[in-house]
Nanobody, 121 residues
């Protein structure tokens, strides 16, 4: 069974940094696009950054220049380096990936359980 397990969230002061990780486990034949989403209380979940299997990245405007998404295809692991954090970055961050499991002819979406990021002012 395929799972996405996140780590790296926590409490940080304004201006600080955190690095999130998301490891895909299970018998996996392929991983396509991956992404980080976040959801703050009372707000809709939003896509923060995406990365294709070839390493092409996209960011929402509010994190450009501060966040960096990357992946290690050999380890099926996704990362999000977050620098210069602001209180408005506080949210639960979710990992997302399109994965083709063993014995499946196609890719399906998978979500991590979420990791809390808190930024104190």
């Amino acid at each position: 069974q395929v799972q996405l397990v996140e780590s790296g969230g926590g409490l940080v002061q304004t201006g600080g940094s955190l690095r999130l990780s998301c490891a895909a486990s299970g018998t996996i034949l392929g991983v396509d696009a991956m992404a980080w989403y976040r959801q703050a209380p009372g707000k809709v979940r939003e896509s923060v950054a995406t990365i294709t299997s070839h390493g092409i990245t996209r960011y929402i405007d509010s994190v450009k220049g501060r966040f960096t998404i990357s992946r290690d295809n050999a380890k099926n692991t996704l990362y999000l380096q977050m620098n210069s954090l602001k209180p408005e970055d506080a949210a639960v961050y979710y990992c997302y990936a399109m994965i083709r499991p063993r014995n499946s002819p196609s890719y399906s979406p998978y979500w991590g359980q979420g990791t809390q990021v808190t930024v104190s002012s």
